[in-house]
């Protein structure tokens, strides 16, 4: 269990934790959440010991490992699979100790502990978990060094994961994934056998990943058990309560004030009056529920609409110099009112796609055409290192309103969340939500026909992106969307394009579909084919009612399977079960293995079920 003991901690002089205390029980996945700059990541800290408590404690059982993703990405010569391997720490103490070990006791210990933590195992499931991060086989026996930043920080997340500590703590582990590594990792939390405690602005992961909420707030924390939405159930619910109650005392206050206004200086009523001023002063006031509110994104609509369509592909291509074409063969219409998400792992295409639909880069074959007058609003996460460090939100908005007055500009800075003080901030003290908010202000001044998103919510909460799905719905052109958050991509966008094969094409199912795709790797090429053809029909569609039957009969055999092994799993995970009850622990590995044999069976039956559908 994870406790947290009337925890107080300050920086710079703010309060951000106020004797704050929560118990995760064993086994629990937690979602921490409260506004930015609350202070989540600064709890992760103190409970890792990289901060010193001003009083209070943080603590885990004894032996208890803790673990998380390490700040510094791994870059130098080492595999992708040798360094998450040796994420797991005891396996690597134990390995070295074996090439030095003489005393036949000792040595046998080794070899069974190695047994007992599945060390012959390891580089296969040090692979299965690159391969669900993005990392194909090649990649895997490459060079950490080879890797840009964003890819690293994944090897160091897949080490996190394999060492698979008894605590395991992870803030915002989706930033640097893409839409099917968020997918991939938010069933592996799912499984995950220990404690966890994640950081996430990511409501889907927060819905579909945790079985409860930690919420940080004025300095406390308060657990509600579910999942997110539970969570602002229970908490609006508490909130209504609160009003409610303090709307009743404070007729109450009245009632007794007026009553000693009255008759305080009246002989008779002299003594109640005098009683009533004493129980007043003993009525505590019950506190206001503070709700920070939201400032709210704005995208001006296009002042001139204009015919359909906007932009026309016709069997386009486009590379960056004269190297081959990223993309090729691209026969696609966006119309006015197109809300489209694109979809398809990093490297892809995605933001090649993106630029050349924001004239940052041209086509190299085919056609793309376009109005002269059409406008285009593009943001990138990568632009947020690109704003000047020396210039404030006034300045910027002052280059685009030069002949506006200052009231003007103000209002219009004041409109999207920056008020007097942060209007006049430098950029370089600005944070990661406040510098999004000046670029979405940026990419949207003029009221573009096509407004194009590469990765919005990468720095803003829970509240920030509901804010920012609120004026994507609102604003009236075409909407390009790239997101790893699966909840903005189905509030927002009506139709799905896969960036797949060097080329883009309509996926022609919904998000439930492709995470299928994702998850099953074995069928995943027949079925991203068959959707990705714009003529395709449903699978679904094309399923006999007795296949059918068959097929949801599989599934819930594989999920009773499926739930003996993970109980055989558990139970031979308990290292005293091969010294106390050795018999007991024999019969177990075989009949482990006997389910995982017929497990394998029903998997492949499955398979042939539907591969048999697909080539009807």
């Keep these: 269990m994870l406790q947290i003991n009337n925890l107080t901690f300050r920086i710079g002089g703010r309060l951000l934790l106020d004797g704050a205390s929560a118990s995760l029980p064993d086994g629990h996945k937690v979602g921490l959440v409260g506004r930015n700059g609350t202070g989540k990541s600064t709890l992760l800290k103190l409970i890792l010991g990289d901060l010193i408590t001003e009083s209070g404690s943080a603590s885990v059982p004894k032996n208890a490992r803790i673990g998380t993703v390490a700040q510094e990405a791994p870059g130098g010569p080492e595999s992708l699979l040798d360094t998450v391997m040796a994420g797991d720490k005891e396996r690597e103490a134990l390995l070295a100790e074996a090439e030095t070990a003489t005393e036949p006791h000792r040595i046998a210990e080794i070899q069974i502990r190695l047994a007992d933590i599945e060390a012959h195992s390891a580089p296969a499931r040090a692979a299965i978990i690159l391969a669900g991060l993005g990392f194909s086989e090649e990649a895997q026996n490459g060079p950490c060094s080879a890797l840009s930043g964003g890819w690293r920080m994944r090897v160091a997340l897949a080490a996190a994961l394999f060492g698979a500590p008894d605590v ?27 404690t966890i405690l994640l950081v996430s602005h990511d409501r889907d992961l927060l819905n579909e990943a945790v079985d409860s909420i930690l919420h940080l707030d004025q300095g406390k924390l308060t657990i509600y058990v579910g999942n997110y939405d539970n969570f602002e159930r229970q908490r609006r619910e508490k909130q209504a309560l609160t009003l409610k109650m303090k709307k009743k005392q404070e007729e109450q206050r009245d009632h007794m004030q007026a009553f000693v206004d009255r008759f305080r200086y009246k002989a008779s009523k002299a003594r109640q009056a005098q009683s009533r001023l004493k129980a007043l002063a003993k009525l505590e006031p019950i506190a206001d529920m503070v709700e920070n509110r939201v400032a709210p994104f704005l995208f001006p609509n296009p002042e001139k609409a204009l015919a359909p369509p906007l932009v026309r592909w016709d069997k386009a291509a486009v590379g960056y110099g004269d190297g081959p074409p990223v993309l090729k063969n691209i026969t696609l219409r966006l119309d006015p009112d197109d809300r489209i998400a694109l979809l398809g792992s990093n490297g892809n295409g995605k933001s090649t796609f993106a630029k050349l639909l924001c004239g940052k880069l041209k086509v190299s074959a085919g056609e793309m055409r376009h109005p002269p007058r059409i406008t285009m609003g593009y943001f990138a996460q990568h632009q947020l290192d690109e704003l000047s460090e020396d210039l404030s939100p006034y300045e910027y908005i002052s280059t685009l309103l030069p002949d506006a007055t200052v009231a003007q500009r103000r209002a219009r800075l004041g409109a999207v969340g920056f008020g007097a003080a942060l209007a006049d901030s430098k950029c370089s003290v600005l944070s990661g939500g406040e510098k999004a908010r000046l670029l979405f202000m940026l990419a949207t001044f003029h009221g573009p026909h096509v407004l194009i998103l590469d990765e919005p919510t990468n ?62 790797r074995a069928t995943a090429v027949k079925k991203v084919e068959k959707a990705a053809a714009p003529a395709a029909k449903p699978l679904k569609k094309l399923m006999t009612p007795v296949i059918k039957k068959k097929i949801q009969e599989l599934d819930q055999k594989m999920l009773k399977i499926k739930d003996k092994i993970i109980l055989l799993e558990q139970a031979l995970a308990d290292h005293t079960i091969y010294t106390q009850e050795p018999k007991k622990a024999a019969d177990f590995a075989r009949l482990k293995s006997k389910f995982e044999s017929e497990l394998e069976r029903e998997e492949t039956h499955w398979l042939e079920l539907h591969e048999s559908t697909l080539n009807a």
Aim: aromatic fraction near 8%.
């Design 459 to 520: 720095h803003l909460d829970v509240d920030s992106r509901e804010a920012l799905i609120m004026a994507i719905n609102d604003y009236e052109g075409a909407v390009i969307l790239i997101s790893h958050d699966r909840h903005i991509i189905e509030t927002c966008a009506d139709q799905l394009w896969l960036v797949r094969d060097g080329t883009v094409k309509p996926f022609d199912g919904d998000m439930d579909e492709y995470t299928d795709i994702v998850l099953g």
């Design 168 to 194: 395991l703590l992870l803030d915002e582990p989706t930033n640097y994934l893409d839409l099917e590594g968020t997918i991939w990792l938010k069933s592996y939390i799912r499984d995950y056998p220990h």
